[in-house]
């Protein structure tokens, strides 16, 4: 580790920086604080049920811990038992800095009182410019990468290659739970006009868009992290869900 670990004044301050507009800062910065939140709220169920492992039933198909009946953990149900202890505080700060690389491809940042919109084109690669500006600000590799690999369920290689995507062809997918975790959350709450939330469902139908394959991947991934209360979560912002 040879970078900075941010604070939370820090991380407001990297998202204050980069920002072209008030209204961008609010709608990109909210966005990675309900992201943090949804993201800490899967780690602490994760934490949970590996706490309660060793007391848990075995399913007697799997031999697996049975987590079905354990009551909900932060709003939180289901999921299954992870193989360590989730680090919360890194999920929450790369929760709060995932999507820093959006201001970078606003086609309209709403400086001058427009709508803010995003460049459908170039929106692909906010994950990798995120990454590069929080090394530039010399945040640590650890934390950058939150930004780098949370795009979709994963984006592998050969996706990069076989979709034509404006990205050096390489794996931008998590490389630990936590950053695992963050990926996860993001899928719950859209950065669209008017912001909302998406319920398991949703995003299931847009995962779906996607192909089978990614699809499936999303509902592996629901399957052991669980399922946060995300209409809470939008009563709580007064925002609306799908």
């Known amino acids: 580790m040879t970078g900075i670990i941010p604070t939370l004044d820090q991380i407001d ?7 072209p507009s008030q209204a961008a800062y609010d709608l990109i910065h909210t966005h990675c604080v309900i992201v943090a939140q949804i993201a800490c709220q899967l ?6 049920l ?7 039933p075995r399913d007697p198909e799997s031999n697996t811990p049975d987590c079905s009946q354990v009551p909900p953990t932060d709003g939180v149900i289901g999921g299954t038992v992870p193989p360590r202890l989730l680090d919360e505080h890194l999920v929450m700060i790369g929760g709060l800095l995932h999507d ?18 995003f460049s459908g084109k170039h ?10 500006y929080l090394l530039e600000q010399g945040i640590d590799e650890s934390i950058a990468q939150f930004a780098r690999n949370h795009t979709g369920v994963g984006l592998t290689k050969d996706e990069v290659i076989r979709q034509e995507l404006p990205l050096p062809p390489a794996d931008y997918v998590p490389v630990n739970l ?21 319920s398991v469902d949703a995003y299931t139908a847009k995962a779906g868009r996607f192909g089978e394959e990614n699809q499936r991947k999303w509902l592996e991934l629901v399957e052991r992290y669980g399922r946060p209360d995300i209409a809470a979560m939008a009563e709580r912002y007064h925002m609306r869900m799908v």
Request: hydrophobic share 30%; aromatic share 8%.
């Open 123 to 132: 929106y692909i690669q906010h994950g990798l410019l995120g990454y590069e």
């Open 50 to 56: 590996f706490v309660r492992r060793c007391t848990l």
């Open 43 to 48: 780690a602490r169920r994760q934490n949970a």
């Open 100 to 117: 820093i690389g959006t201001y970078k491809v606003l086609k309209h940042d709403g400086s001058d009182g427009e709508p803010l919109k």
């Open 178 to 198: 936590e950053q695992e975790t963050v990926m996860v959350a993001d899928k719950f709450h859209s950065k669209s006009t008017p912001p909302k939330f998406l």
């Open 13 to 19: 301050e990297l998202h204050r920086r980069i920002s």
